[in-house]
């Protein structure tokens, strides 16, 4: 019998993106898998049913759930969706291992196998798997468009029969993948770049995208190519050169975030009181608090004449592109998990051992596991 692979309609409000697109429903059904997808699953995403002409579409969502081998989200199931797979039934997706802790335990009193997507290790091998990646880089290209529409002033520069117009002046803080691909964006638009990281090694990739890095003379490398927490010292060493830039800039693009952590308050209403008026601020940190401490998630509103704006999932709201990348990531994941036509994963790989969140009843991520139960994990 073949491997069932099951997509269910997402449910978390607001999400637009489906785990799997027609193009990768057809590979995989070369493969000699059977893909079941829920009716109406990728509709949102502007992928409608009759799309997906390798795979079955099925009504009814307990069924689907029920029957499936491998199950592909984007977002955790709820308990009672969990509740309905089977129990060693295959889970992969964005599992949220810092958060939602009653899924998780779901996940692990169901003994369900859930992979989650964002524990996959930031190796040169696993790229082409890594979604966290793939959605920010669409997170930072929109919040570059979204600075260029709702700031008061032009981003290129431009010369008409009134005068020269002057460039905007955009401040990037946070130089991940989100960070870089809004520097390129708003280079794209015209505007001048400023960066800005607390490790010092993103210098030359500011600079190599044509954007001025913004030294602080702070170094705060940290683990899986994140940066650590600031020391009291360097949090003020950092806001006295930083506050400068900001009063200077037109547009901010905030993207500084700590895995698991609340998003480290690098804007501060004093700060933002300095910035010149028609000014904004796209805080894509808003998710885990934001960096400016004025930031309302999901708002946008004005102070002082300033427009501050925190959006939630960006990557969702470029549902055609989001779903894509990330069913391209999901494929090349189950590459290490279905194997010769068996659900057989490589227990020896690093990215399938790094990524598993939940396995034959226990919490296998120790940082997930010591929150919840307070232990380390199985290092099985």
Same mark, same amino acid.
């Given at each position: ?38 009716? @109406? ?51 992969? +997706? ?44 669409? +997170? ?10 709702? =700031? ?18 955009? &401040? ?69 050169? &930083? ?45 885990? @608090? ?62 399938? =051992? ?27």
């Amino acid at each position: 019998m073949p491997i069932r692979i099951a997509v269910p309609h997402e449910t978390t409000e607001g999400e637009r993106r489906v785990a799997l697109i027609p193009s990768v429903a057809e590979q995989l059904s070369r493969q000699g898998v059977e893909v079941r997808i829920q009716a @109406g699953a990728g509709c949102a995403a502007y992928y409608r049913d009759r799309d997906y002409t390798s795979a079955e579409i099925v009504e009814d969502r307990a069924a689907l759930l029920g029957e499936a081998d491998i199950l592909l989200t984007v977002n955790p199931l709820v308990p009672e969706d969990v509740a309905l797979l089977r129990e060693d039934t295959i889970v992969i +997706g964005f599992l949220h291992p810092h958060e939602f802790d009653d899924r998780i335990c779901a996940l692990r009193d169901r003994k369900i196998t859930g992979f989650a997507m964002e524990l996959i290790p930031r190796i040169s091998r696993a790229q082409n798997m890594d979604a966290l990646s793939s959605q920010a880089s669409i +997170g930072g290209y929109k919040a570059a468009l979204m600075a260029a529409n709702l =700031t008061a002033r032009f981003f290129p520069m431009l010369t008409t029969a009134a005068g020269t117009i002057r460039p905007a002046k955009v &401040l990037v803080i946070g130089v991940g993948v989100a960070g870089l691909q809004a520097i390129a964006t708003s280079k794209r638009l015209g505007a001048m770049v400023e960066a800005y990281d607390v490790r010092p090694e993103t210098r030359e990739q500011v600079e190599s995208l044509g954007a001025k890095f913004v030294d602080v003379k702070v170094n705060a490398v940290g683990e899986g190519g994140y940066a650590r927490e600031l020391s009291a010292e360097e949090k003020q060493q950092e806001m006295e050169i &930083l506050a400068r830039h900001v009063a200077a800039a037109d547009a901010i693009i905030s993207t500084a975030a700590v895995p698991g952590r609340p998003a480290p308050r690098i804007i501060t209403t004093a700060m933002v009181e300095k910035m010149n008026p028609g000014s904004v601020i796209i805080d894509l940190a808003a998710y885990s @608090g934001g960096n400016c401490e004025l930031t309302i998630p999901g708002e946008s509103f004005g102070h002082e004449l300033v427009m501050i704006y925190g959006p939630l999932n960006v990557p969702g709201m470029m549902p055609v592109h989001a779903s894509e990348m990330y069913a391209k990531n999901l494929f090349n994941f189950l590459s290490l998990i279905v194997r010769d036509g068996e659900i057989d994963p490589d227990w020896d790989d690093e990215i399938v =051992t790094d990524s598993v969140l939940t396995r034959a009843g226990k919490i296998q991520h120790g940082l997930t596991c010591e929150r919840v139960e307070g232990s380390k994990g199985d290092p099985s």
